[in-house]
């Protein structure tokens, strides 16, 4: 694996400023949310770096390493360009970041739809893209003081107020997001 350095400098070339910025609110967020919830803050901070590592690549790429890599798409996927980056994050960050930690890639697999049973990593990079510092939406300071009082709580509040937003915009809900939140709740 490329040092934390590495990779930073890996990103910082490769990301657009404005997903570089975000990326490192994310990394404040979930080494916070790893040093509170008892795991490794090391894993927090590469996972977070890492999670949009695919972001910026155009569809043409995401469509074409999709392809190389026999991934099936859902039929949500297929239609939802937005859920790729996330799809293909775990191929990039291994060839480009060298990351082979399975609990570390499951986590960036995993950061836009959340899933079922999710590590506490997972739970940690999916709730920190959405609450980051950088991140400005009706709601979001709930969401914030939620996870920072009890990550489940946060996570599942967090589950289904992008449940209600998706609804809201009439969008497709990945099937993915609707079995992480049932999982908390059943």
Do not use: C
């Amino acid at each position: 694996m490329l040092s934390i350095k590495e990779i930073n400098k890996y990103l910082k070339n490769n990301l657009k400023p404005s997903r570089y910025e975000h990326t490192l609110g994310v990394v404040e967020t979930a080494k916070a949310l790893a040093k509170l919830n008892g795991i490794s803050e090391e894993k927090a901070e590469i996972a977070a770096l890492a999670h949009d590592v695919a972001k910026n690549l155009s569809k043409y790429k995401m469509e074409e390493i999709i392809n190389e890599n026999n991934i099936l798409l859902s039929e949500v996927e297929k239609k939802n360009f937005n859920l790729w980056h996330s799809i293909i994050a775990p191929i990039e960050a291994k060839e480009k970041l060298k990351i082979e930690d399975n609990e570390i890639l499951d986590a960036i697999r995993w950061h836009t739809t959340g899933k079922e049973n999710m590590s506490i990593l997972t739970k940690i990079i999916y709730i920190s893209d959405m609450i980051e510092p950088n991140r400005n939406f009706p709601g979001v300071e709930k969401i914030r003081q939620l996870t920072f009082e009890n990550l489940d709580k946060g996570v599942i509040y967090g589950l289904s107020e992008s449940i209600k937003d998706l609804l809201n915009k009439n969008m497709l809900i990945d099937l993915n997001t609707i079995k992480a939140r049932n999982y908390f709740i059943l």
